[in-house]
């Protein structure tokens, strides 16, 4: 009974793959570009930052979070070396980027748009480690030799509310209030001693 309900699985299973394909329009195309996401991404979380190279076209044109512009794959290269090499600024960063719905194909197929939101953290070299949540827009090309790669780009997030603001608040309010302290010592000893220099000598009478 078992090697006949095993059977029956493995048809349901190679039944069901073609009709999800079926389902999706321009499946192979999709996959595709999940497999260039995915490697992009991978390289960026492993460190090896060059590995996402052949993935770009040679004239990407990209806009980090920290709104730098990198307009070809060298440019990127060096972008992620000087933030998270072995003499960055960072430590490390992790990358998981979601695209919102499947990426708009142009007509005849040669380019699609798509966007999302990602989730970027980033470790620093003193521990400090900051979570920010950031929204993407790219522009996906099929090259001369037939393979998608990412042509364009763009990071954004919201200045008014992410981590860095929020611990230089933090920040600014602590030494404000340390600087309050300080001041308010200050101020204690400063007027006690003028207190002093002020006070008039009183003759003391012969016995």
Same mark, same amino acid.
């Given at each position: 009974?078992?090697?006949?309900?095993?059977?029956?699985?493995?048809?349901? $299973?190679?039944?069901?793959?073609?009709?999800?394909?079926?389902?999706?329009?321009?499946?192979?195309?999709?996959?595709?570009?999940?497999?260039?996401?995915?490697?992009?991404?991978? *390289?960026?979380?492993?460190?090896?930052?060059?590995?996402?190279?052949?993935?770009?076209?040679?004239?990407?044109? *990209?806009?980090?979070?920290?709104?730098?512009? $990198?307009?070809?794959?060298? %440019?990127?290269?060096?972008?992620?070396?000087?933030?998270?090499?072995?003499?960055?600024? $960072?430590?490390?960063?992790?990358?998981?980027? %979601?695209?919102?719905?499947?990426?708009?194909?142009?007509?005849?197929?040669?380019?699609?748009?798509?966007?999302?939101?990602?989730?970027?953290?980033?470790?620093?070299?003193?521990?400090?480690?900051?979570?920010?949540?950031?929204?993407?827009? *790219?522009? $996906?090309?099929?090259?001369?030799?037939?393979?998608?790669?990412?042509?364009?780009?763009?990071?954004?997030?919201?200045?008014?509310?992410?981590?860095?603001?929020?611990?230089?608040?933090?920040?600014?309010?602590?030494?404000?209030?340390?600087?309050?302290? *300080?001041?308010?010592?200050?101020?204690?000893?400063?007027?006690?001693?003028?207190?002093?220099?002020?006070?008039?000598?009183?003759?003391?009478?012969?016995?």
């Amino acid at each position: 009974m078992k090697p006949i309900l095993a059977l029956l699985w493995a048809l349901a $299973m190679v039944c069901a793959v073609p009709q999800s394909w079926a389902e999706e329009p321009d499946h192979a195309i999709h996959e595709e570009l999940r497999g260039v996401l995915r490697e992009v991404v991978t *390289a960026i979380n492993t460190g090896q930052y060059d590995r996402m190279l052949p993935y770009l076209t040679e004239n990407i044109e *990209a806009t980090s979070v920290t709104q730098e512009v $990198m307009s070809n794959r060298a %440019d990127v290269s060096r972008y992620f070396q000087e933030w998270f090499g072995p003499t960055g600024y $960072m430590r490390k960063m992790e990358m998981n980027l %979601d695209a919102d719905k499947l990426t708009e194909l142009s007509p005849d197929k040669s380019w699609g748009l798509v966007r999302g939101k990602a989730i970027e953290h980033y470790e620093a070299k003193d521990g400090d480690l900051f979570d920010f949540v950031t929204r993407w827009t *790219a522009v $996906m090309v099929r090259d001369d030799d037939g393979k998608w790669r990412l042509r364009a780009i763009h990071f954004g997030t919201n200045h008014l509310d992410n981590p860095v603001l929020a611990k230089v608040s933090r920040t600014l309010i602590r030494y404000g209030i340390i600087a309050a302290i *300080a001041c308010l010592l200050a101020g204690l000893v400063i007027g006690w001693w003028l207190g002093r220099r002020r006070r008039p000598n009183v003759p003391v009478a012969p016995a």
